[in-house]
């Protein structure tokens, strides 16, 4: 038996234990068919509960508020980088992170009329920013729109004339679309990060990964140096690196880094509690299994 068949009967006993705890339900970003919607049933399986969510932000408020157990929403791509909803968001919100999972995303162009005819394509810009180099050879000039989603691409697509959608093979099925190309991604290893939301973290697992955010004051000369020694000092890994406007003030940022280990771990506890010393702000968004594969 192949390990894919194995990863998938492991993930449907998982969902079904699941569902036997009490009614699970998962919110996620896009419409049926989007890459967030696959990765939450890579996930959870099919004993849950779905709810699609127009926005990241409608994600963030379904945990945030009770009304879903968990939501999925993208965190970044391994071709074009961040997803700056995503990062926003966790800014102001106080739901946790869970977990990770990663997704192989292939980009597939939809439409129903000839590839010489197509005027507009329809897709998310994180899509295109994944595809440039295929639009460009052989839709350069063609109207690019941005849609909240690659599914509400594909669907938009079926109903506006000399167009067509980067979607993927699920969406042509489910709107009724031919598949003009495959993998029209710049990258055959294009992978999307996305992270599942819930109001608690996930308990340690020896093998985790840790995300936090703080501001520090820049008039002070190498106070984000002084606060990324903390993890140096303490010997921990750092992962990911960004940071957003803080919206407190123009040109103030918030740092967002991910870190080897637990928020529980004791060498954490004391990294975080040194960092204090440098920081204004200090939030811990989560601590997660690592689900990278080395």
């Not at 993930?11 to 996620?28: D, F, H, N, P, W």
């Amino acid at each position: 038996m192949s390990s894919d068949s194995l990863h998938a009967i492991y993930r449907e006993i998982m969902s079904a234990s699941t569902s036997l705890q009490g009614e699970t339900s998962v919110a996620y970003f896009g419409s049926p068919g989007s890459y967030t919607h696959q990765a939450a049933r890579e996930k959870f399986g099919d004993s849950v509960l779905y709810y699609p969510q127009t926005t990241i932000n409608d994600v963030f408020d379904s945990v945030g508020k009770g009304d879903t157990t968990y939501g999925v929403v993208p965190f970044e791509n391994s071709t074009f980088g961040s997803v700056v909803a995503t990062f926003d968001r966790f800014i102001s919100s106080k739901v946790q992170i869970f977990a990770e999972a990663y997704l192989k995303v292939n980009h597939y162009l939809l439409s129903n009329f000839k590839l010489e005819s197509i005027k507009k394509v329809y897709s998310h810009p994180q899509a295109f920013g994944q595809c440039q180099k295929w639009l460009d050879t052989h839709l350069k000039g063609v109207q690019r729109i941005d849609t909240f989603s690659t599914s509400k691409a594909a669907e938009l697509s079926t109903v506006e004339p000399a167009s067509a959608a980067i979607s993927n093979s699920i969406c042509a099925d489910l709107y009724g679309l031919n598949i003009l190309a495959k993998d029209i991604q710049d990258k055959k290893d294009n992978t999307t990060r996305f992270f599942i939301l819930s109001t608690n973290s996930s308990r340690s697992t020896e093998n985790d990964k840790t995300l936090l955010l703080f501001t520090v004051d820049h008039r002070k000369p190498g106070a984000l140096c002084d606060s990324l020694r903390v993890f140096k000092d303490h010997n921990i890994n750092l992962t990911k690196i960004d940071s957003r406007p803080s919206l407190q003030r123009p040109w103030h940022y918030v740092f967002f880094v991910e870190l080897q280990g637990h928020k529980d771990d004791d060498v954490v506890k004391k990294s975080l509690e040194d960092l204090k010393e440098f920081c204004l702000d200090l939030k811990v968004l989560g601590s997660y299994q690592n689900q990278l594969q080395d």
